[in-house]
């Protein structure tokens, strides 16, 4: 089995960063790209970013490209997003998935494993 733990959220103004985490754990070699999703309220889980199992590759929604960073840290299992310019509609949970193959891909049926979430809430 796989875990996938994110950490880093919180409440910031429009304008502002932040930067989540998220530790994998378990049978990490199974794992090869990560993802971030995220689900506003009232509204479908929506892919964010993801990255390859080297970090060579990453691939962006076009919702947050430009202002969100994707990277991982292999050596300490741990996948990042580096948000910046944070706008009101990024307020949403973000969710942290797993996908054991190596294409990265928007589809969420295509992680297998995924975190409990973290609350990002972007103030006006």
């Known amino acids: 089995q796989v875990q996938l733990v994110e950490s880093g959220g919180g409440l910031v103004q429009a304008g502002g960063s932040l930067r989540l985490s998220c530790v994998v754990s378990?049978?990490?070699?199974?794992?090869?790209?990560l993802g971030w999703f995220r689900q506003a309220p009232g509204k479908e889980r929506e892919f964010v970013a993801a990255?390859?199992?080297?970090?060579?590759?990453?691939l962006y929604s076009d919702a947050v490209k430009g202002r969100f960073t994707i990277s991982r840290d292999n050596a300490k299992n741990t996948v990042y997003l580096q948000m910046n310019s944070l706008k009101p509609e990024d307020t949403a949970v973000y969710y942290c998935?797993?996908?054991?193959?190596?294409?990265?891909?928007?589809?969420?049926?295509?992680?297998?494993?995924w975190g409990q979430g973290t609350q990002v809430t972007a103030s006006s």
């Open positions: 998935a797993a996908d054991p193959t190596y294409t990265l891909s928007m589809g969420e049926y295509e992680y297998a494993y």
């Open positions: 990255i390859s199992l080297s970090g060579g590759s990453t």
């Open positions: 378990g049978r990490t070699f199974s794992v090869n790209v």
